[in-house]
T-cell receptor, first 114, second 109 residues
Framework: SAVISQKPSRDICQRGTSLTIQCQVD?????MFWYRQQPGQSLTLIAT?????????ESGFVIDKFPISRPNLTFSTLTVSNMSPEDSSIYLC???????????FGQGTRLTVV | GQNIDQPTEMTATEGAIVQINCTYQ??????LFWYQQHAGEAPTFLSY????GLEEKGRFSSFLSRSKGYSYLLLKELQMKDSASYLC??????????FGAGTQVVVTP
């Protein structure tokens, strides 16, 4: 199974600032995704990180707010821009291989915006 | 889009059995997953069903009926460490998951 390192594990940020979250995988993977888990709620898919091209965003999420990079098959970043307290959530990176059922999750980044 | 429903909370006694139901309505279907999530931790994979029937893995079993849009996760011989949130998720393409709200299972002594 893939080992996923996500950094930072937690952060407290001032409103109006931006935070970039990194996701590093120990092997090349086909698919990388970013999810958000708001307090007391389940996971919501933000976007699919595409290697070498723009990410594919789900309804309700836009590139200006959540820019994503994926320069290669083992690394991706998610930036939460111009943060407000409503962005306080856990952000999770997930990976899977084409044809493989299981999706693996990083440990998550717990973000608090004050 | 997907609509995925599961109960909010269930309580059971240590050593007992609990069944968590999940119903879904989807525009596409490529499998149903169950994940376990302890508070403050990432979800961990429990099971995957793509064909109708029962998949058994130790104390955990998962069942799927595609015609009914229905799945359940069965937890046997409950242990205190099984107290967690259990997430039902449906995929219409590899790796891209739509999650239900989760079922909080509380195991009591």
């Amino acid at each position: 199974s893939a080992v996923i390192s996500q950094k930072p594990s937690r952060d407290i940020c001032q409103r109006g600032t931006s935070l970039t979250i990194q996701c590093q995988v120990d092997s090349q993977v086909t698919m990388m995704f970013w999810y958000r888990q708001q307090p007391g709620q389940s996971l919501t898919l933000i976007a699919t990180a595409n290697q070498g091209s723009e990410a594919t965003y789900e309804s309700g999420f836009v590139i200006d707010k959540f820019p994503i990079s994926r320069p290669n098959l083992t690394f991706s970043t998610l930036t939460v821009s111009n943060m407000s307290p409503e962005d306080s959530s856990i952000y999770l990176c997930s990976v899977s291989e084409t044809g493989e059922a299981e999706a693996f999750f990083g440990q998550g980044t717990r973000l608090t915006v004050v | 889009g997907q609509n995925i429903d599961q109960p909010t909370e269930m309580t059971a006694t240590e050593g007992a059995i609990v069944q968590i139901n999940c119903t879904y309505q989807t525009s596409g279907f490529n499998g149903l997953f169950w994940y376990q999530q302890h508070a403050g931790e990432a979800p961990t994979f429990l099971s995957y069903n793509v064909l109708d029937g029962l998949e058994e893995k130790g104390r955990f079993s998962s069942f799927l009926s595609r015609s009914k849009g229905y799945s359940y996760l069965l937890l046997k011989e409950l242990q205190m460490k099984d107290s967690a949130s259990y997430l039902c998720a449906v995929t219409d393409s590899w790796g891209k998951l739509q999650f239900g709200a989760g079922t909080q299972v509380v195991v009591t002594p």
